[in-house]
């Protein structure tokens, strides 16, 4: 009587992974389908952003030192370029960039 537990146990088990997998199939199979039809077109493919493409266009400005055309090095120095950054605190703070408002 033991053994036909275990051999119905089994087969139970055997069928359950078996429509289990079929489930999992079919659900991938009609993702595309159904995303398609509650978005109304298809849904495009993810695409990872770099460090580049996630830094904002705001932080790329030019020193703000008059006549000076290099490229400021962000929030962190002033938005000074590599040659003003290391200008003393008070005249660093003379062309400190001010936020408009």
Request: net charge positive; with cysteine.
């Amino acid at each position: 009587m033991g053994d036909m537990k275990q051999l119905f146990r089994s087969v139970g088990q055997e069928i359950g992974q078996a429509i289990g997998e079929s489930i999992v199939e079919a659900l991938r199979a009609e993702m595309p389908r159904l995303q398609a039809e509650l978005t109304g077109g298809p849904v495009p493919p993810r695409r990872s952003s770099t460090r580049g493409e996630r830094v904002s266009q705001a932080l790329l400005r030019p020193c703000p030192v008059p006549g000076c055309e290099r490229q400021g090095r962000g929030p962190r120095f002033s938005f000074l370029c590599e040659v003003h950054r290391d200008l003393p605190a008070a005249e660093r703070e003379k062309y400190r960039v001010r936020p408009k408002g």
